[in-house]
C-alpha cells in the first residue's frame, strides 16, 4: 500500500482503498461493494461506492504503479507480453460497453463487457499490467449513451488489437523490459498490433488462424497449405512449458516467410503438432535477428500464461465480480483487482526464491498464500490450525503432481 498512497490527497480514501484491497485479498466468496463494505466493519456500502465512482483519484496512475511492481519483482529481459481479452456476462444496456458479443467467457455470442489485458509473462510468475476495456462501436456511434455511463467525450471506437498496440507500447515507452509479444489469433491476424511491433523491433508470435496468408521464396500460400507440404524430418518434438500435468509435448516446424518491403527483421510461421490428435496451430513470428526454433516454441508457450491469469484474478481477487456501471468506476475496480493479484503474484515469486518448498510439498502458490492472508487479516480458527490446513493442502497436491508426472513418463513413447 505505501506504494499508492500518495496517489490520494486525503486521508480517508487512503484508509478507504486498503481496506477494499484486504477484501478482495480475503477469502469472500463474492467480492462486491456490498460483501467488501461488510468485511470491512462498515455500516453500508456507501463509503465503497464513493470511493469507485466519485472520490477523486487516478486509476492509470495506480496502474503505472501496478506495472512499476511487478516489473522491479519479476523482471526478466526474456520477458513476454501477453494481450488478451476476456468478458463478463452482464444484463441489461446501461453498464458501460455492455452488448451482444462474443466472449471466450461463456464460449458464444452474449451480452457481456469485454476488456483486453495486458501481461507481464517472466519466468518468476505473471500478473496483469494493464487494461482497456472495449467500448463498440454502437457505443461510439451514440454519444448520449456513452455520456450516460461516464465515457470521456470524444472518445474513438478501438478494435482490441489497437487496445492491445496501445497497452504494449505504453508499457515498453515506460522501460518495461520485454522482448517478446505473444497473443491468439485475434491480434495475429489483424496487422495493426503487428505493423506496430514491427516499427519498434519488439519480436512477437501471434497465433494466426488455418487460413492466414504468409509469402515465401516459392510464393503465396494459406497456412495450412504450407503446413501440409512440410517434410516428416523438418518436424522437432518440444515442450510448450510444463502444465499442471506435466510438461506440454507438441510437434513444431519453423518456416521462414518474407516480412513487409523495407522493414528489417527475420519473419517465420511456426506450426504445432499436437502429437496424439495431430491438430495444427499455426503462429506468425518475428524477430529484429534470427532466433532458434526453442525460442519461439519458449514464448509460444508463455501464451497461456494470461489464461491463468484471468483465472486467478476472477478466482482469487474478484476482477469480474464488480457490480459497477460507469467507465471511471470499471476502470478503478479492475486496477485494483489487479493490484491485489500482483501481490498474490510476486510474494509467491519471492517465497519460490528465498525459501524453497521442502520435499513432500509444492511451492506456495498465489492461493495458498490468499488462504494464509486471509487468516492474517480475518481470523476464524487460530494460526496453527491453518497451517496445519495449509500444509495438508500442499502435500496431497505434491502426491497428485508426482502421480502426473509419473503417468505421462510411463505412457511417452
Known sequence: MGRIANRFSRVEPRRRVRRLISGLLSDLPRKNCWTLAEHAGDATPDGMQHLLHRAKWDADAIRD???AYVVEHLQDTEAVLVVDETGDLKKGTATVGVQRQYTGTAGRIENAQVAVYLVYSAARGHAAVDRALYVPRLWTDDPDRCRDAGIPDGLA??????????????????????RWVAGDEVYGDNPHLRTALEHRQTGYVLAVSSTHPVVTHAGKFQAKVLAARIPKRAW?????????????YYDWAQVDVHGPA?????????IRRNRRTGELAFYRCFSPQPVPLSDLVRVA???WTVEETFQA?????????????????WHRWVTLAMLAHAFLAVTAAT?????PAPNGLIP?????????????????????HRLRWSHWRRRHQAIARDCHYRRQVATQP
Open 65 to 67: 504503479d501496478v506495472r
Open 157 to 178: 471506437f478501438a478494435t482490441k488489437p489497437q487496445l492491445a498496440a496501445q497497452m504494449v507500447i505504453r508499457a515498453l515507452d515506460a522501460g518495461t523490459p520485454a
Open 236 to 248: 522437432q518434438r518440444r515442450s510448450a512449458g510444463a502444465g499442471a500435468k506435466g510438461e506440454r
Open 262 to 270: 523495407g522493414r528489417i527483421g527475420h519473419w517465420s510461421l511456426l
Open 301 to 303: 508457450g508463455r501464451r
Open 313 to 329: 484474478s476472477k478466482g482469487l481477487t474478484g476482477l469480474d465480480e464488480h457490480q459497477v456501471r460507469r467507465w471511471t468506476s
Open 351 to 355: 517465497e519460490r526464491r528465498d525459501r
Open 364 to 384: 506456495l502458490t498465489g492461493n495458498e498464500i490468499q488462504h494464509l492472508f486471509a487468516t492474517l487479516i480475518s481470523p476464524v480458527h487460530d494460526l496453527a
